[in-house]
């Protein structure tokens, strides 16, 4: 358990609908980021957050976006779901950004568009 | 900007063979290097690490990897690996001046005959 909660665990929806997947870092983690795995693109990142602030965006669609609470923890919004979309999302939780340090993932989403 | 090779997509070893899995790296500057790896069903584990010094570096489960900076190769190793070590393996790299987006390998599939 690397302490990286995800939820949901799995999600299906049909095209064209919009989903929220919620991640919570390890306590004490100020950075969280997006990854989406698929078949096709591999492991990709999307996004990442820094006590609350936008710090980098790789690959994210403009369908796609996130955001970090005060409490820390992530919702990544997806919109305007095509099939393509199917794939397993990861959040991953760092300490701080004076690093180096090593990401910790949580258990991912796996999202199934219909 | 940053890529990673991984040039073993299915690897097959019988139990107690060695295994060697290659990762090479393109980046200009100083990095930072991992190793993760993936059960079935489950989420990303960091196996180890390079962030600085020794180039030989040992992580869990008795893996070993090794940085070859002239090569920018972080290849994997394990003397004699077990059936429970089948698995995807991802190595990554992100950049050695804060904490940024990790970039992956496409992995290497690990099946281990009993």
């Known amino acids: 358990d690397s302490g990286v909660t995800q939820t949901p665990k799995h999600l299906i929806t049909a095209t064209g609908q919009r989903v929220t997947l919620r991640c919570s870092p390890r306590?004490?983690?100020?950075?969280v980021y997006w990854y989406q795995q698929s078949l096709d693109q591999g492991l990709q990142f999307l996004i990442q957050?820094?006590?609350?602030?936008?710090?980098a965006k790789g690959n994210i669609l403009e369908r796609f976006s996130a955001q970090q609470f005060p409490d820390l923890h992530s919702e990544l919004n997806l919109s305007s779901l095509e099939l393509g979309d199917s794939a397993l999302y990861f959040c991953a939780s760092s300490v701080d950004t004076t690093g180096p340090y090593e990401q910790y993932f949580g258990p991912g989403t796996r999202l199934t568009v219909t | 900007a940053q890529s990673v090779s991984q040039h073993n997509h299915h690897v097959i070893l019988s139990e107690a063979a060695s295994l060697e899995l290659g990762c090479n790296y393109s980046?200009?500057?100083?990095?930072?290097l991992f190793w993760y790896v993936q059960y079935p069903g489950q989420h990303l584990q960091l196996l180890l690490k390079y962030f600085s010094g020794d180039p030989l570096v040992k992580g869990i489960k008795g893996f070993e990897a090794e940085f070859i900076k002239s090569k920018f190769s972080f290849n994997l190793r394990k003397p004699s690996v077990q059936w429970s070590d089948t698995a995807e393996y991802f190595c990554?790299?992100?950049?050695?001046?804060?904490?940024?987006?990790?970039?992956f390998g496409t992995g290497t599939r690990l099946t281990i005959i009993p």
């Open positions: 980046y200009g500057g100083t990095v930072n």
């Open positions: 990554a790299v992100n950049a050695n001046f804060g904490n940024e987006k990790l970039t």
């Open positions: 306590s004490g983690d100020l950075s």
């Open positions: 957050y820094y006590n609350g602030e936008e710090r």
